[in-house]
């Protein structure tokens, strides 16, 4: 039938296919813009911190979101696995195909390998355990002409060397030299040259203080 149609009309039967093509190439456009804009709908946000990770993750799946662990902090005060924060935030809009990013308190206080610190200042040991995260710093003087010089360190009483791995929540002891000389030099050395030793120890420790950055 088409054929004999064809024949006889092939300018029109043309035409026609041309019209066919048409209708189904826009319909197709229609159909892929449809589902392109349902697929980037933006919906209301869940909140979900303060919430326990097992609490947020259900609620985040029930709203239809994708969600991600970017993030973990350690607060002692804090339960483990408890959002601290989320991106975007609770009842902001974002579209579903955006993953929420999520900030948690860890389950176990983070290790880290412990710096080097003797040979250094006591000022700057110290600023260098807190930016690392340490809490728990003892600062402990001993007899010693390097003043403000750090000898030895103790992790939670016991000596340990540069490099150990150790938790951010132990209680780390750092030995500073108090400027002064042990006994037995003491006895041989002259008032005069005592503190002219003692004053060169304090401008060595100024020395290095300025030298990290420190006023």
Known sequence: MFGEFGKKHP???????????????????????????????????????NLTLDDAVRKIDEAGFEWEITDSL??????????????????????????????INAFNPMMVNLPPLTETSCRDAVSRLKNMGFKYVDIDTVPSADLGLVLAVKVNSHSVP???????????????????INEMPFDVIPDSEKDSLQQKQREKARAEDKANGYK
């Open 74 to 103: 350690y607060d002692e005060s804090i339960k483990p696995g408890i959002v601290l924060k989320q991106v975007p935030g609770g009842n902001d809009i974002a579209k579903k195909t955006n993953p929420i990013r999520l900030t």
């Open 162 to 180: 540069p490099g150990s791995k150790v938790s951010i929540t132990d209680r780390v002891s750092i030995e500073v030299g108090d400027g002064r």
């Open 11 to 49: 300018v029109l039967l043309n035409f026609l296919g041309v019209i066919v093509v048409l209708v189904v190439g826009l319909y197709s456009i229609y159909l892929f813009g449809f589902l392109w804009t349902r697929h980037g709908e933006e919906y209301k946000v869940p909140s979900v911190t």
